[in-house]
T-cell receptor, first 109, second 118 residues
């Protein structure tokens, strides 16, 4: 059975303090790993899709990387507006997403 | 396009009552998904449609839950005889998928409908 585990559950950062979020996964055949951002009271918002080990994607202060067992979301010099819950998810052959529990990130000025 | 719309945004009901949520997907999207999210957890898959056909239902979806997507446009999710354990955020998402699609099946989510069962 496919599994997605995110760590840490919560992360508190000072503005400018870079850090990484982890998403460990087990899957019989990777069809895609997604990262979403979710603000309180809103639905998840798409960030990245990664398909194969070694792949990297960047967007502003965020960089996602992928190995055969885990994905990392690196936040470089975060700002308070980067505060959110970051979710990773596996996709199956039918396009359904299986989400992890998320990492809640709080960036303080 | 205004994205995925969900209505109502908040619903408070008493145990045993029926509730219905509506989702209007992005107009050209042929896939529509329902997810449920409780506090501190990621969204859990409930069911999805391709056009008007319901292709899969999760084991989480008990007999009290029913979803429809008439004419392949908007969708409704009905919960009958609500229980306190049904309290959650119900998220709808849509995507456009085809046999020839090379780009990822990116789901666009609505803001959700929050259900509180007293």
């Amino acid at each position: 059975e496919d599994q997605v585990t995110q760590s840490p559950e919560a992360l508190r950062l000072q503005e400018g303090e870079s850090s990484s979020l982890n998403c460990s996964y087990t899957v019989s055949g990777l069809r895609g790993l997604f990262w979403y951002r979710q603000d309180p009271g809103k639905g998840p918002e798409f960030l990245f899709t990664l398909y194969s080990a070694g792949e990297e994607k960047e967007k502003e202060r965020l960089k996602a990387t992928l190995t055969k067992k885990e994905s990392f979301l690196h936040i470089t010099a975060p700002k308070p507006e980067d505060s959110a819950t970051y979710l990773c998810a596996l996709t199956d052959s039918w396009g359904k997403l299986q989400f992890g529990a998320g990492t809640q990130v709080v960036v303080t000025p | 396009d205004t994205g995925v719309s969900q209505d109502p945004r908040h619903k408070i009901t008493k145990r045993g009552q029926n509730v219905t949520f509506r989702c209007d997907p992005i107009s050209e999207h042929n896939r529509l998904y329902w997810y449920r999210q409780t506090l501190g957890q990621g969204p859990e898959f409930l069911t999805y449609f391709q056009n008007e056909a319901q292709l899969e239902k999760s084991r989480l979806l008990s007999d009290r839950f029913s979803a429809e997507r008439p004419k392949g446009s908007f969708s409704t999710l009905e919960i009958q005889r609500t229980e306190q354990g049904d309290s959650a955020m119900y998220l709808c998402a849509s995507s456009k998928i085809s046999s020839y699609q090379a780009s990822p099946n990116v789901l666009t989510f609505g803001a959700g409908s929050r259900l509180t069962v007293l």
